[in-house]
């Protein structure tokens, strides 16, 4: 699985928040092989009056494998109070 991309949004404690997986395509010229690698990302955003909050990472982490990165966006959904403090 390369392509990967999971977003959803919810609501803790009266703040919304936006939770995003996606595929990325490593990119350093100096590696050969890096054309071919792809890691997955997970990052968490707050969403105040409609507006993500890009500039501001909540949570930040990157996997090799597509099935971690998976189990943590299912994780955050679960319990996101275990991921980042709001």
């Known amino acids: ?23 990325m395509h490593v990119r350093h010229s100096w590696f050969e092989d890096d054309v071919k690698k792809v890691v997955y990302e997970t990052m968490v955003f707050e ?16 996997y090799n494998m597509p099935d971690e990165a ?3 966006h299912s994780a955050i959904i679960k319990n996101p109070k275990n991921f980042f403090i709001i």
Do not use: C, P, W
Request: net charge negative; glycine share 2%.
């Open 1 to 23: 699985m390369r392509d990967l991309e999971l977003k959803n949004v919810m609501k803790v404690d009266g703040r919304e928040f936006l939770i995003s997986t996606i595929s």
């Open 47 to 62: 969403v105040i009056d409609d507006e993500v909050q890009y500039h501001q990472t909540i949570f930040n982490e990157r």
């Open 70 to 72: 998976i189990a943590e």
